[in-house]
């Protein structure tokens, strides 16, 4: 794949046996797992990702038990300059968990406990490490759910779910982890504990801060406790699944099920006829079959969840008349399970896509968010490059995803095995397509090792920027999760510092580049700041930028004069307002909007 693979090994420590042996003090040494004391396989589970796409080769696997243990591994390993991946359940799409070269694997398996749950309010609190459907059956005894179900559920964490703003099955009816989630505990890189544990619905003093970790993929902190706002769990399940005869078909009964079906409507997924093959052929003889008499081209899960039985079947039934009704009826056939067990065979249809689709060959996976009506568009693309290469014998396309959320998978599986030319045709392309069609190159399994590269197609340019600044804060050293979610900056690797150590003035030369590298840094974060500060009208903001950039000495390069001017213009304004930002209100004069063309050296953005 192509992205953070591959990537040089920053300038980070090895570990040394001075080092394994403090670790194995601060954890105790049957907590700390070597290639000395584990055999390779034990190993292997933690540096390699589950489709075996993604392999490190760390020789310590770290097991804390507290977050206070997290934070001395922190700490130290900040110190020493030592890199280091935290990891949950290892069930990732993205290669976000594993290490790409030899940074110590911090697992959060240890730290499984449930800490506390407020039954009026549903709030649990719960650590890092605990397993998604351990933490449901808890949550089930007591009348309540996590809002987030995945396939993986019975290995991921819910703190991994979090630190990778996993989607999932349900999220058309409780949305985001973002939103559920109400307070983050998270160590730091220098081993400090950020307490942002809110156990409040509702808190709304200043900078929302467990955000910052929900979704960071681990590279801003180690999120180790949470709590989260769980809905009662629901007392009636229904499921259906049916067959439609077209990709506008499918749309018609995803917008009829909205209105039926209303409050009550759960999960609306879809696949299409080439994923469904591949879950028949994995799953034959285990009791999941295609519950229809005929084939067609695409299939669609509804799922109602509600307190009230009988009222949700009543409006199952009223939802089934209207698209099975007239001459050209939304669906062509479909069935309603009668039992748990039909119920769970159907979802199966669509939850064992994903792994039939792994275990056939070699699979390139997308997961996009796109608009509804495109959505397919791209599966059939696909599909026509691959027959235009004469590959579509042994590159198989399939299409299927959260259909309620707008959120594709496509993923194509090389029979043959990992194949090159396959990649070719599929990478940047398939990226490039969703930036064009206005989508996202990652809708839920986040950017991981294996889209930093990609990340400018979905990202501005100043959305991006300013995550490097938070990750500079944060995160000087660079230590957590390095070479995943942003690109590293491009520093001379071990091998050319050796090179250039060895002539005359070596040393000197190296300090100068090192120097050079962070002043472009630095100055790519002026113009992201300048450019938000222009963009919001906020004159306390542009006039920091300003002298940011001043400081600097960036006249040449970049239209500080024009800068100045709006910041006068805005200063005006504000004055006889008598407010603080302006934003849009103001309109931008001939003069202002040049100052949008802030970089005056348009070579300056490409020296890293
Ligand atoms: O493997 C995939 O591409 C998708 C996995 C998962 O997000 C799903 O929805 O089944
Ligand atoms: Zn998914």
């Avoid at 540096?47 to 770290?62: F, H, P, T, V, Y």
């Avoid at 694997?105 to 890092?128: F, H, K, P, W, Y």
């Avoid at 109400?182 to 950020?194: K, M, P, R, S, T």
């Avoid at 509804?302 to 009223?318: A, M, N, P, Q, V």
């Amino acid at each position: 794949m192509g992205g953070g693979a591959g990537a040089p090994r920053g300038r980070f420590a090895a570990l040394g046996s001075e080092e394994l042996r403090h670790l194995k003090q601060l954890l105790g040494p049957s907590n700390v797992l070597t290639p000395e004391e584990v055999e390779r396989e034990d190993l292997l589970r933690y540096n390699q990702d589950w489709m075996g796409k993604w392999e490190g080769r760390s020789s310590a696997i770290l097991k804390p038990a507290t977050t206070q243990e997290v934070s001395a591994i922190l700490k130290y390993a900040n110190e020493k300059n030592l890199a280091v991946v935290p990891q949950g359940g290892n069930t990732g799409l993205v290669g976000g968990s594993v290490p790409v070269h030899d940074e110590l694997v911090l697992s959060l398996l240890r730290m499984n406990q449930v800490e506390a749950l407020d039954t009026l309010s549903g709030i649990v609190t719960v650590e890092a490490g605990c397993v998604l459907e351990q933490l449901d059956q808890y949550l089930a005894k007591h009348g309540f759910m996590v809002p987030l179900d995945l396939g993986a559920k019975g290995t991921c964490t819910i703190g991994g779910n979090a630190a990778t703003n996993a989607g999932g099955l349900r999220y058309l009816r409780y949305g985001s982890l973002r939103g559920n989630v109400l307070g983050v505990e998270a160590v730091l890189a220098d081993g400090q504990v950020v307490d942002s544990l809110s156990a409040l619905r509702k808190d709304n003093t200043g900078y929302g801060l467990p955000q910052l970790f929900i979704g960071s993929e681990g590279t801003l902190g180690v999120i180790t406790k949470l709590t989260i706002l769980c809905p009662a769990r629901p007392k009636a399940v229904n499921i259906a699944f049916f067959a439609c005869s077209s990709f506008e078909h499918v749309q018609r009964t995803f917008s009829l099920a909205r209105q039926k079906l209303g409050e009550v409507l759960s999960a609306v997924e879809f696949c299409d006829r080439s994923a469904i093959d591949f879950v028949l052929k994995r799953e034959a003889g285990t009791g999941v079959r295609d519950p229809l008499e005929e084939t067609y081209p695409f299939y669609v899960l509804i799922e109602t969840s509600g307190s009230d039985g009988e009222h949700d079947s009543e409006k199952l039934h009223r939802f089934l008349e209207a698209a099975m009704s007239d001459g050209d009826a939304a669906v062509q056939d479909g069935v309603v399970a009668a039992d748990e067990t039909q119920a769970r065979a159907l979802w199966r249809l669509r939850e064992g896509v994903s792994d039939a689709m792994t275990t056939a060959g070699y699979v390139y996976k997308y997961d996009v968010s796109l608009p509804l009506p495109r959505m397919y568009e791209l599966v059939e693309e696909t599909r026509q490059k691959l027959q235009e290469a004469g590959v579509e014998a042994t590159a198989k396309a399939a299409g299927y995803g959260h259909l309620g959320d707008a959120n594709l998978h496509l993923n194509v599986t090389s029979l043959t095995g990992r194949d090159d030319k396959v990649l070719e045709l599929l990478e940047p392309w398939v990226f490039e397509w969703v930036s064009k069609a206005n989508g996202s190159i990652s809708a839920e399994h986040g950017i991981g090792q294996c889209k930093p590269h990609f990340l400018h197609l979905s990202k501005s340019e100043s959305a991006v920027a300013l995550m490097r600044t938070l990750k500079a804060t944060m995160d000087p050293k660079g230590i957590l999760n390095p070479y995943k979610a942003l690109r590293l900056q491009r520093a001379l690797t071990q091998a050319e510092e050796a090179h250039v150590e060895q002539h005359e003035d070596g040393a000197e030369l190296l300090r100068a580049a090192r120097q050079n590298l962070e002043a472009i840094a630095r100055k790519k974060q002026c113009i992201a700041l300048l450019k938000v500060a222009l963009e919001s009208g906020n004159v306390g903001l542009l006039e920091a930028a300003i002298h940011q950039c001043e400081r600097e000495n960036m006249e040449g390069e970049v239209n500080l004069d024009a800068a100045r001017r709006r910041l006068a213009t805005l200063q005006t304004a504000v004055f006889s307002l008598g407010v603080a930002s302006l934003g849009a209100t103001l309109e931008l004069s001939r003069e202002d909007r040049e100052c949008g063309q802030l970089v005056k050296d348009p070579e300056f953005t490409d020296r890293t």
